[in-house]
């Protein structure tokens, strides 16, 4: 019995091993968010369809955060628009207050004014986003953060940040996401993630605190928009 089991455990030990020699990724691209809110990048815009004011146009031009997240022509606002979405959950949310809500939906709305805020004691470590895609969606090739309350400076220091996000592709572990301390959008290329076939089940990723920047005043943990980017679009 002794000989039979030796091996069996072993074979246990490298395959846990295995499990848990997931990758560390760096953003590829940080982008740092200005102090406009989407109402004033909406208020542009709709002064620029009206006018087509040079001016206007040359702000929103030179605007790397609007040419992101917001211009109607940036990618990922194709992808946020044409994708097999199907739902987003979390472990926890804080209560709603004072006619704010931090519900995980806010960590996927294409708004960095609103925000997901786990709702544990603590700073929310193990707490997560889940993300049910269909299986004809896009494939996933980039991951976008931005990581804290990123709507004003002062909310972005009073909360806590992510520092390590661990992700599942699948219910397995796939990467641990390295967050910057900065009030930014973080980009992270993550390879080709879903299968892109309308027969295929529906899939998921997993996002977990492993690890954060501690808040000047709270100990709420802060998303306030984690979406995609990928390929299959058109």
Known sequence: MRSFLIPFMLSLVSLSSTWGQVPHIKPNSIITVPDRSKAEYEKLYARFDETLDKEVELILENDAFYQDIYSPSANSWWWY????FISVKASSCLLPSDNYSYQAEQAFDADHDTAWVEGVEGQGIGEYLEYEFAGGCPRITTVKIMNGYVKNDTAWRENSRVKKLK????????????????????????????????????????????????????????????????????
């Not at 628009?81 to 097999?84: A, E, K, L, R």
């Not at 592709?169 to 080709?192: H, K, T």
């Open 81 to 84: 628009c044409n994708t097999d």
């Open 167 to 234: 992700m599942y592709y699948q219910g397995n572990p796939f990467a641990i996401l390295d967050l910057q301390d900065s009030r930014s959008l973080q980009c992270f290329d993550v390879g080709e993630l879903g299968p892109h076939d309308e027969n295929a089940p529906n899939w998921t990723l997993r996002f977990e605190i492993l690890e954060v920047y501690e808040g000047d005043k709270y100990d709420d943990t802060v998303i306030s928009e984690l979406f995609f980017d990928g390929i299959d679009v058109h």
